[in-house]
């Protein structure tokens, strides 16, 4: 009331017979002052809302055999994942043609369907039924919204919500991977499925700009569940002081295993790919040199962090290990033993960064094992059964 | 009276010569002896058969050639997990079958076996 009010008197200063004062003298001078100064702040906050040009990786078309509606054998696609109009889609091409068979533009959300964020994340490709042919695509755009997606040679199917992660600081830049995961009996709560998928999601702070890990489950029955949201997943950043000293104890084992996945923050900006080695995730990190809008570089500081797939728990004593330099990939070296090392290997040099690689073992929620190299390749029996023609 | 005191003779006599002539044929052919074994000979069967089976497994994980192989897209899902990067399955599948020296018996086993070995490059050998 009292701002009309204000407001209707200085409207009807004008209409009045005075003569006209400072404030109308330098009016159009203030207005482009103004002006000027609202152009400005737009023009920074679009600075600060651009993400740098290292946070993204090329988005290569993906090769992947698709099944035909025919009988006749799979069928390669190609698989692009483009902005258009900064908003995220997938197409499918044939490999003799550019012209697209099937593309996707509008993804469902929490409420409606729209269209997503850009696809930092390079989608990954599933085969749900173990045929060998690929059939399902999990996309992970931007925001942080996750969708599974049927696939075929023809074209996409319709696609499912299985989480909307969109959070006010984290933006999902990369992925890391889909894992298949059996629990142990001793190690799974009540009606927890044995088997269940792990997507591995590379998220970035857009106010600092280092990276969290977050594992999500994805749900074996994703149709009827509610898509999974950022602060349903268990904050592993701090380990409490009793897990550091007596380990993970059953309960919190079981809480984290219950719950729809986890995340890490790594202190630092990823500079390869996470490897999951035995259920250790090994991730390489570059801990100073980097803000908002610039990334790392290799003259950064460098530590590797090792943490379980399962439980984000301790394997080592520590979670952080540090790293001489950040020139190389990380690579599993086989010792004389039999035994397993992570080295840093470059064109120069290799360089030690952890001896006697350990691997999780299901007797207990944080037991390990040794990991030896030379049991491979290894060889598992998934079933003998006994064929009958007839009746005995 | 005397006739069909006759007649009753004969006919045991004929009964007695018809049961002993069914006792040696039984006698000779053991039939009751192989029906009490028929089921035992057939575990044992089975047994032969799935010991050649497992045999046959164990040699195939050190004979079996890359073209037996199925090469499958994922491994299978398991506790401490491996990146894709790292590590590929293959699946061999191996039927076997045996049938007995008299042909009245046949059995056969398959096994799906998975094979897990680390892709070549990731893997450093020591200096």
């Known amino acids: 009331m009292r701002s009309k009010r204000l407001k209707s008197e200085v409207e009807s200063k004008p209409n009045t017979a005075n003569p006209p004062g400072p404030l109308v003298k330098f009016g159009p001078l203030i207005a482009s002052l103004l002006l000027s100064m609202l152009a400005a702040a737009v023009f920074c906050f679009s600075v600060l809302a651009a993400t740098p040009e290292c946070w993204r990786q090329p988005a290569e078309p993906r090769e992947l055999q698709l099944k035909a509606s025919t009988s006749s054998g799979p069928l390669q696609r190609f698989l692009h994942h483009n902005d258009r109009d900064d908003a995220g889609q997938l197409a499918l091409y044939p490999p003799d043609s550019s012209v697209a068979l099937d593309a996707l533009h509008t993804w469902p959300l929490p409420d409606s369907s729209g269209v997503a964020a850009p696809f930092y994340a390079s989608p990954e490709p599933l085969d749900s039924d173990y045929d060998g042919i690929v059939d399902q695509l999990i996309s992970t755009d931007f925001k942080g919204r996750v969708w599974l997606t049927p696939i075929a040679a023809t074209g996409f199917g319709g696609s499912w919500l299985l989480a909307d992660l969109t959070h006010s600081d984290w933006r999902f830049i990369a992925s890391a991977g889909v894992i298949d995961v059996r629990l142990p009996l001793p190690l799974r709560p009540d009606g927890v499925p044995s088997r269940h998928k792990i997507v591995l999601l590379i998220a970035r702070s857009i106010s600092s700009g280092e990276d969290a890990l977050v594992a999500m489950k994805i749900p074996n029955v994703f149709a009827e569940t509610a898509p999974i949201d950022f602060a349903t997943l268990v904050d592993r950043t701090l380990l409490t002081e009793d897990e550091r000293e007596t380990g993970l104890s059953n309960a919190q084992w079981l809480a984290i295993v219950d719950s729809a996945g986890w995340w890490v923050r790594l202190s630092g900006q990823l500079t390869q790919p996470p490897k999951v080695v035995g259920g250790v995730i090994y991730s390489a990190v570059a801990t100073s040199d980097f803000s908002a809008v610039a990334c790392a570089d290799q003259a950064a500081e460098h530590s590797l962090v090792a943490m379980q797939l399962h439980s984000a728990g301790l394997v080592y004593t520590q979670r952080r290990f540090r790293l001489l330099n950040g020139e190389g990939q990380l690579k599993l070296q086989q010792q004389a033993d039999g035994s397993a090392a992570l080295v840093l290997d470059n064109i120069e040099e290799q360089q030690l960064v952890l001896a006697d690689l350990r691997m999780i073992s299901p007797a207990c929620p944080d037991c390990t094992e040794q990991l030896q190299l030379d049991q491979f390749p290894r060889w598992l029996n998934l079933a003998t059964y006994r064929q009958e023609t007839g009746a005995h | ?127």
């Open chain 2, 1 to 127: 009276m005397r006739q069909s005191g006759m007649a009753l003779i004969s006919a045991l006599i004929f009964l007695l010569v018809m049961l002993l002539i069914v006792s040696a044929n039984l006698f000779i052919s053991q039939m009751s002896m192989k029906s009490a074994q028929a089921a035992q000979r057939q575990l044992l069967f089975e047994q032969r058969a799935l010991a050649l089976h497992l045999n046959s497994v164990s040699d195939a994980t050190s004979t079996s050639s890359e073209a037996d192989f199925t090469i499958i897209s994922r491994c299978p899902a398991s506790y401490a997990v491996w990146s894709d990067s790292l590590i590929k399955c293959d699946l061999l599948t191996l039927a076997t079958s045996l049938l007995s020296d008299d042909s009245r018996f046949a059995a056969s086993y398959s096994s799906m076996l998975v094979r897990q070995q680390l892709i070549d490059g990731e893997v450093l050998d020591a200096e």
